[in-house]
């Protein structure tokens, strides 16, 4: 899709992608028995906590993220964003007419995974700006199989986290040329150290280790861009 030289050719791709790979994961699921299952989502875990630690460590202000986490998790609790989330995912679960007990988690955990990575701003601002979808294709390459690996054991909420990567992603896209600013260098240096401690704690509820409402975590993206648009940091 084109309009005014805005594409959205790399969303539309990534949204595909997604939807492929659970429904690959979903088929093979069916297959698994439960032991298989379950150690399937401790590597799986263990792959996102080692993701996440990358992303988080390869900051040059660890002291700058982990104040933005602090506060995105107070401000996230206070405003009960989760529970919003889980409220969005209880509601497609019922229109899907699902039975999964893992539907919930899937879609949350999924949808979080997709929409915090550099590559996912980066990508967008490309494609809407210039056309370039090439960084949004990779992205897909990668989600793709991560959905396959998410939904073969947290089932078909995975698949519904493809509306959120469009809804999302596709939004910053198009208000692309409004934040050619997240390109900077500084911004994402900020954003990929938070998003990895994000990432890291979707890691841990994958292994069942704690609890851990990230989605409540989701300002503390806003407060690393804040702080280095006000900060020049």
């Known amino acids: 899709m084109r309009m005014k030289g805005l594409s959205l050719t790399g969303t539309f791709v990534n949204t595909g992608a997604i939807l492929a790979g659970s429904l690959i994961g979903i088929s093979a699921g069916k297959f698994l ?76 955990s999924a949808s979080i995974l997709y929409l915090t990575g550099a590559m996912m701003i980066v990508g967008s601002i490309q494609d809407g700006t210039v056309g370039d979808a090439s960084t949004l294709y990779i992205k897909s390459l990668l989600d793709g199989v991560a959905s396959v690996a998410l939904s073969s054991t947290l089932g078909v909420g995975v698949a519904f986290s493809a509306l959120s990567v469009l809804l999302v992603q596709g939004s910053i896209t198009l208000l692309s040329s409004k934040l050619l600013f997240m390109q900077n260098p500084a911004v994402l240096d900020a954003v990929i150290a938070a998003g990895g401690l994000l990432i890291l704690g979707i890691g841990t509820n994958l292994l069942e280790l704690t609890k851990i409402r990230i989605g409540n975590f989701l300002p503390a993206l806003l407060y690393a861009i804040f702080w280095v648009v006000f900060t020049g940091n």
């Open 33 to 108: 028995p439960e032991r298989i299952k379950t150690i399937a989502m401790q590597a799986l875990g263990l792959s996102v906590v080692l993701i996440g630690l990358r992303m988080a460590l390869s900051g040059k202000e660890p002291i700058v993220a982990i104040g933005c986490v602090l506060l995105g998790a107070i401000t996230g609790e206070l405003i009960k964003i989760e529970q919003g989330v889980e409220h969005i995912g209880v509601w497609l679960k019922a229109r899907s007419g699902s039975d999964s007990s893992t539907f919930v988690q899937g879609f949350v």
